[in-house]
C-alpha cells in the first residue's frame, strides 16, 4: 500500500487550499482513506475520512464547517478541500488508510500512512 500527499504549501488566513492523497496498492472499495494532523505540540489527529466503497464521510468537529473530502476513484485520489484557513490549521497533514473508518478516532489503528504534507497558514 502506498499513499503520496501534495499540495501542502504556504498560504494566508482565509485561503483554501487542496491537498491530494494518491493511492495504489489495494483494492479502493475495501478501504477507508483519511486525512490527520500533527503539530510538535499535539498528537496526530483525525481531521476527515471517506468510505471508498460508497463515499460515506466523517469529520472532526473543527473541520467539518470548512473542510470537504472527497474521492476520484478513476484517478485513484483522495482530496482534502481546506476552506477558510486559520493559522491553527498549520500542521503536517497525513494520508492514512485502513480497512475500518473508526481509524479516523484513533492515529494507532491507522494501517498505512503517507509521508506527511506540510500545510502553513500566516495571519
Known amino acids: 500500500v502506498q499513499l503520496v500527499e501534495s499540495g501542502g504549501g504556504l498560504v494566508q488566513a482565509g485561503d483554501s487550499l487542496t491537498l491530494s492523497c494518491e493511492v495504489s496498492?489495494?483494492?479502493?472499495?475495501?478501504?477507508?482513506v483519511g486525512w490527520f494532523r500533527q503539530t510538535p505540540e499535539l498528537e496526530r489527529v483525525g481531521v476527515a475520512a471517506?468510505?471508498?466503497?460508497?463515499?460515506?464521510?466523517l469529520y472532526s468537529k473543527s473541520a467539518k464547517d470548512r473542510f470537504v473530502i472527497s474521492s476520484d476513484v478513476d484517478k485513484n485520489k483522495v482530496y482534502l478541500q481546506m476552506n477558510a484557513l486559520k493559522p491553527d490549521d498549520t500542521a503536517v497533514y497525513f494520508c492514512?488508510?485502513?480497512?475500518?473508518?473508526?481509524?479516523?478516532?484513533?492515529?494507532?489503528?491507522?494501517?498505512?500512512w503517507g509521508q506527511g504534507a506540510q500545510v502553513a497558514v500566516s495571519s
Open positions: 496498492g489495494f483494492h479502493f472499495a475495501d478501504y477507508v
Open positions: 471517506i468510505r471508498l466503497r460508497d463515499g460515506n464521510t
Open positions: 492514512a488508510a485502513d480497512r475500518d473508518q473508526n481509524m479516523i478516532y484513533n492515529a494507532n489503528w491507522v494501517s498505512h
